[in-house]
């Protein structure tokens, strides 16, 4: 009698993507509170990165009513952005319903994604007539201007303290003299370098998170 003998070759069914179930289509309710979100989100790195600048830069102290001013100007871009989205939207729609088949990529629209560009036009409509309401509102640019500055000053303070144990390790006893005095500017020349390349690594990080935390991504085409 064998040792072994040969194991029964199983027979799988084949992959049938019908029996998946279907993904939940999000409501418009659910999509303007993402896109509100995500603009909220890179309003505030926008202006967390303008407060650093301003701030190393030796610019006027941080006011509370400038930087609620400055907000209000960051939500405007904001504003201008969900439009300028909602109207290359419409075209795109218009030139999709001339269009019969089936699409070849992502972004080559055809009639049968109409109705999907139209939600989608009118969520960024919504977007932006949001924005607008609340850039009107005190007390939430008040606010959003407060978080941006709690945002900057984290940032500052982790590079500050990322570029001391970097540099010194445990802090040194450091004795003020002249050329300790005449070699500041150069230090701080220096520091504004390192944090000027982290606000462009932050702006090309918050590029990168938009793209990918669009609510629309994969939901047209």
Request: aromatic share 8%; no cysteine.
């Amino acid at each position: 009698m064998p040792l072994w003998r040969k194991r029964e070759r199983r027979r799988f069914k084949p992959f049938d993507r019908t029996a998946l179930p279907e993904a939940p289509v999000p409501t418009f309710d659910e999509m303007l509170a993402e896109g509100v979100l995500v603009a909220e989100s890179a309003g505030r790195m926008a202006l967390k990165n303008r407060m650093i600048v301003e701030a190393l830069r030796g610019e006027e102290p941080f006011a509370p009513e400038r930087a609620a001013a400055a907000a209000r100007e960051v939500l405007y871009e904001l504003v201008q952005e969900a439009d300028e989205v909602a109207e290359l939207t419409g075209e795109a729609r218009s030139a999709a319903a001339k269009r019969e088949g089936r699409s070849s990529h992502e972004h080559d629209y055809r009639r049968a994604d109409a109705a999907n560009l139209r939600r989608r036009e009118q969520v960024y409509a919504a977007v932006a007539k949001e924005l607008w309401t609340r850039r009107n509102d005190p007390e939430y640019l008040r606010a959003f201007a407060e978080r941006a500055r709690e945002e900057a000053w984290e940032e500052v303070s982790g590079a500050i303290e990322t570029r001391l144990d970097r540099e010194w390790g445990e802090w040194p006893e450091i004795e003020v003299d002249e050329t300790y005095e005449a070699e500041r500017d150069d230090r701080i020349h220096d520091l504004l370098a390192d944090l000027d390349r982290g606000v462009a690594a932050a702006e090309a990080e918050r590029a990168r998170r938009a793209e990918a935390n669009d609510p629309f991504r994969g939901y047209v085409g």
